[in-house]
């Protein structure tokens, strides 16, 4: 029996494509925290502990509190994560479809509402998402923050051309096309903020809802066909 033709929107949950949606939406929810809330980062814990320290260092010393949330609620959520990974068979799409509806509901949620619960709730679905889809192919990834895998890129770049390596040139490309997705969704996130404020977040919701249906359907595309 031949193989199936791949098409382009089929995806894995260690795809490319997945890859680029997923850090597409780690970049918009960073930039929909720090301009709708606050200026704190719901996904990116490192960017919360520089402005920790600098807030505790300084005359704002009683607004670094406020940094500290996040880090709790992410902790939680990976924790979270790995319980779905052992109880759940099909725990990758119950985590897509977990932080679609736990973000669309937070579309709702007014200015007034408190920034440390919006930011908590954020960093916890976002690390759901980190630990839950990280790898790329055969390598380990980050679809919420850019460090690792721009130095990744950039040794990937010494084999890929330098020398000629097929192999690097792939993990190259495909780490190029995760960063400026990253960056990608940051810009949109900051532009849909600053216009949309806190309904923002509801694109991201049916970037996900579009990300479940399509997955769920290349889980079928690749079940083997039963006989009649």
């Known amino acids: 029996m031949k193989d199936k033709p791949k098409k382009w929107y089929i995806l894995t949950a260690d795809s490319l494509l997945m890859g680029m949606i997923l850090a597409l939406v780690g970049g918009f929810l960073d930039a929909y925290t720090y301009v709708t ?43 979270v994560a790995a319980h779905m990974k052992e109880r759940l068979e099909k725990h990758r799409r119950a985590v897509l479809l977990v932080e679609c509806i736990i973000l669309f509901i937070v579309g709702f949620l007014p200015a007034s509402f408190p920034n440390m619960i919006v930011t908590m709730t954020i960093a916890f679905v976002s690390s759901l998402q980190i630990a839950t889809f990280n790898k790329l192919e055969n390598w380990s990834y980050n679809s919420t923050i850019t460090t690792g895998n721009l130095r990744t890129a950039a040794q990937a770049s010494y084999g890929a051309f330098a020398n000629h390596d097929p192999e690097e040139k792939k993990k190259f490309w495909g780490f190029f096309f995760i ?22 977040i509801w694109a991201v919701s049916a970037i996900l809802l579009l990300t479940v249906i399509l997955y769920v359907k290349s889980h079928k595309y690749f079940e083997p066909t039963k006989k009649q």
């Open 37 to 79: 809330r606050d200026g704190v980062f719901a996904t990116a814990q490192t960017g919360n502990t520089v402005l920790y320290a600098v807030r505790a260092a300084s005359p704002e010393f009683n607004g670094a509190i406020q940094n500290v949330p996040p880090f709790i609620a992410f902790v939680a959520g990976v924790l």
């Open 179 to 200: 960063i400026v997705s990253f960056i990608s969704g940051a810009l949109i996130g900051t532009i849909a903020s600053t216009y949309f404020e806190e309904n923002a």
